[in-house]
Nanobody
Framework: QVQLLESGGGLVQPGGSLRLSCAASGSIFSINAMGWYRQVPGKQRELVAG???????TYADSVKGRFTISRDNAKNTVYLQMNSLKPEDTAVYYC?????????WGQGTQVTVSS
């Protein structure tokens, strides 16, 4: 079993910052990739940012230059630093970890950007 524990969501004003964390625990073997997705009601879940085991990162166009993904392999943890937040960033953010070709999801954390 693999558990993903997310933290760091909340309410922030436009232009503010939040940092999400996701720690993987349990039967951890070789993690291939870690990432963050987000979803709003009525829409499909979309990739926000990802990082593979070589450190290569990818970002959605809408967050480039504002969000930064990083990972701590020793702690099996992935982070998402979100700056210059906009109302359209409001969503439930989900952590995703790919290990031995199997994807695991966190429970989701709400991010609300509003004045």
């Amino acid at each position: 079993q693999v558990q993903l524990l997310e933290s760091g969501g909340g309410l922030v004003q436009p232009g503010g910052s939040l940092r999400l964390s996701c720690a993987a625990s349990g039967s951890i073997f070789s993690i291939n990739a870690m990432g963050w997705y987000r979803q709003v009601p009525g829409k499909q879940r979309e990739l926000v940012a990802g990082v593979n085991n070589g450190g290569r990162t990818t970002y959605a166009d809408s967050v480039k230059g504002r969000f930064t993904i990083s990972r701590d392999n020793a702690k099996n943890t992935v982070y998402l630093q979100m700056n210059s937040l906009k109302p359209e960033d409001t969503a439930v953010y989900y952590c995703n970890v790919v290990m031995t070709l199997t994807g695991y999801w966190g429970q989701g954390t709400q991010v609300t950007v509003s004045s």
